[in-house]
């Protein structure tokens, strides 16, 4: 099976992709940009590893939000 191009989608899928991309991004910035603000004393764990797991798509900055964060 040969790989498919962005040409070979419908403009349906187009729009699907896109907004599964843009999503992905925009979880993955917000959670990098709330890591980078918070205190080391409110994230559960190290700093760098909540940076590497928020590179795993969706399951990463979801995490993040769920488990990584001290609630106050």
């Given at each position: 099976m040969a790989r498919m191009q962005w040409d070979d989608f419908d403009e349906g899928q187009k729009a699907g992709l896109i907004v599964a991309t843009s999503t992905q991004v925009a979880?993955?910035?917000?959670a990098w940009t709330d890591?980078?603000?918070?205190?080391?004393?409110?994230?559960?764990g190290s700093k760098a590893k909540w940076?590497?797991?928020?590179?795993?798509?969706?399951?990463g900055p979801i995490?993040?939000?769920?488990?990584?964060?001290?609630?106050?």
């Amino acid at each position: 099976m040969a790989r498919m191009q962005w040409d070979d989608f419908d403009e349906g899928q187009k729009a699907g992709l896109i907004v599964a991309t843009s999503t992905q991004v925009a979880l993955a910035v917000s959670a990098w940009t709330d890591l980078a603000v918070r205190p080391a004393e409110e994230v559960r764990g190290s700093k760098a590893k909540w940076a590497a797991i928020i590179a795993i798509n969706y399951v990463g900055p979801i995490l993040y939000f769920t488990r990584g964060r001290v609630r106050s």
